[in-house]
């Protein structure tokens, strides 16, 4: 039997958890989403997505992974023999995302550079990042060589990511976030206390916050509401599964759910607030409205929006823009962490490696796909395996494990192997049947009931169906961005297809091998 990490203290369980939750779409796509949805209206159905979707999703996938002690695959394959495939489509979207994820830590690490040796994107921001930094191609065929400028700090990224997993649970990815998750949060205060200061700042969090009350009842503010919660939390791609195997046995379950949801929804106001500070000082320099120059979010916002703010501040535009940067390299680095940390639970306990093999070997694989991002084609690349992991392999991934956990339990298996009745939502341990429900309460401080189970079989559910056939309409209507037909089947619809294949392959490796061997 091999033995597995442990995490030392509660509190670098919590920390590790809220910094896989806070990520790079904190910072540069939750305050767009809540500017553009009505502002303060959209933050009262985010609060209210986050306690019908979030938090109940990650007291399930914490109490599984507490339960099983294992990796998602084979946490799922505990649950039912014919489940693992589940586990293994999870592992790849974790590999899909990580793969260009780490791309982007790789920009900001360079942006931070240039931000301490001179602002070198000068004064037209969007031309230096497309045309001199990227070097952007035409398409994402027109691959064009490896920009060297990209290609050195993707490298640094990936060394720094194996120098963390390459320490354990305790002595590496627990010790790293008790050090960047204060830093992070605490270069964040200091934005914002930078950026309340500037003339026009309330304009630009007026923008944001500005509650539009005619917009609660717009379906489309519900969607992207519940999509925000959903992909924030890093919930169904085996993240918390993995992280919460490591937990000691007595853990608190319910709280330690509830404390990181809420601290990911308090980091992504903080990064709001600290964005769009800004945003309202530079609108009001150019004597422009704060909607005309924020644009859209995302990279466009981190990359070439926020160094045109930077330029405009009236002094230290240099340590303001290293500060940004360094936010925006740490979140991702405690993001990228926990999902390569997923890939390599999987395969360390499928093929029974040691975890220096196991970060070795896939680190070394992820790695070496990552450097496509690297490519004149990069930016086109990682925009389509961004938009179709996220809206299709997360969204799919998420659906069947709410469907098979809520409904299949009840509907299938799980009977008492003595008296035949069945039992719902339960699984078991040994001769003793226990609902994952009572394993949570078993461990917790407080219990959870009706509201807990309701969410889960029905309101999560529902919210995955819309949003993933609204998305699904609109992919086959209109083509993503513009790519032609043949870029989004290469590099966008054959993220979901070989998800499945891969999950086939790996769920049918070693099969009849008993499955506690390796616990």
Same mark, same amino acid.
């Given at each position: ?195 309340? /200061? &500037? !003339? $026009? ?7 944001? #916050?500005?509650?539009? +009350? =005619?917009?609660? %009842?717009?379906? @489309? ?90 330029? /405009? &501040? !009236? $002094? ?7 500060? #940004?940067?360094?936010? +925006? =390299?740490?979140? %991702?680095?405690? @993001? ?84 035949g009745v069945e039992f719902n939502d339960y699984i078991f341990s040994g ?12 461990? =917790? ?75």
């Amino acid at each position: 039997m091999k033995e597995r990490g442990e995490w030392g203290s509660r509190s670098g369980f919590v920390l590790a958890a809220i910094g896989s939750a806070v990520g790079l779409g904190n910072i540069w796509r939750f305050p767009y989403v809540v500017a553009s949805n009505g502002g303060g209206a959209f933050m009262v159905v985010y609060l209210i997505a986050l306690i019908t979707a979030g938090i109940p999703i990650m007291i399930l996938e914490f109490s599984i992974g507490h339960k099983f002690r294992s990796s998602a695959p084979v946490a799922f394959k505990s649950m039912n023999q014919k489940w693992e495939w589940l586990g293994w489509i999870q592992v790849f979207t974790s590999i899909a995302i990580t793969v260009y994820y780490v791309a982007i830590i790789g920009w900001s690490l360079y942006y931070a550079f240039s931000s301490i040796t001179g602002l070198a994107w000068g004064a037209d921001t969007g031309t230096y990042f497309m045309k001199e930094y990227l070097q952007i191609s035409s398409g994402p065929f027109d691959f064009g060589g490896i920009v060297t400028s990209s290609l050195i700090p993707l490298i640094i990224a990936w060394a720094f990511i194996y120098f963390i997993l390459i320490g354990g649970i305790k002595g590496g990815i627990e010790k790293a976030n008790k050090i960047l998750m204060p830093i992070l949060f605490a270069m964040v205060l200091i934005i914002i206390a930078r950026g309340v /200061s &500037l !003339p $026009g700042a309330l304009d630009g969090l007026d923008y944001m #916050f500005k509650p539009d +009350l =005619s917009r609660i %009842g717009d379906p @489309s503010v519900w969607v992207a509401a519940y999509g925000q919660v959903f992909f924030s939390l890093s919930v169904a791609f085996a993240i918390m599964i993995t992280y919460s195997s490591y937990l000691p046995k007595k853990s608190d379950i319910n709280n330690n759910a509830f404390l990181a949801s809420f601290a990911d929804c308090g980091f992504s106001l903080l990064a709001g607030i600290s964005v769009f500070t800004i945003i309202g000082y530079m609108a009001h320099t150019q004597g422009k409205e704060v909607a005309e120059v924020a644009g859209t979010g995302g990279i466009g916002l981190a990359f070439i929006v926020f160094p045109e703010a930077i330029n /405009s &501040l !009236p $002094g230290f535009n240099g340590l303001f823009g290293t500060l #940004f940067f360094l936010v +925006l =390299s740490f979140a %991702g680095f405690t @993001s990228a962490i926990s999902i390569n940390e997923v890939v390599i639970a999987a395969f360390a306990e499928k093929f029974h490696w040691s975890r220096k093999r196991a970060v070795t070997t896939v680190i070394s694989i992820t790695a070496t796909i990552s450097i496509l991002f690297a490519t004149k084609a990069g930016l086109h690349i990682l925009d389509l395996v961004d938009n179709y992991v996220n809206n299709y392999n997360i969204v799919l991934a998420g659906l069947i494990e709410i469907v098979l956990i809520g409904w299949c339990y009840k509907l299938v298996a799980f009977k008492d192997q003595k008296s035949g009745v069945e039992f719902n939502d339960y699984i078991f341990s040994g001769d003793k049947i226990v609902s994952l429900q009572q394993h949570a309460n078993s461990v =917790s401080d407080f219990k959870i009931g009706f509201w807990w189970y309701l969410s889960l079989k029905y309101v999560t559910p529902i919210v995955l169906i819309v949003v993933s056939a609204l998305k699904f309409k609109t992919n086959l209507t209109e083509p993503y961005s513009g790519y032609p037909q043949i870029a989004q089947l290469v590099f966008g619809w054959s993220m979901p297809i070989l998800a499945i294949i891969f999950a086939i392959i790996l769920s049918n490796v070693g099969k009849n091998k008993n499955i506690n061997a390796i616990k």
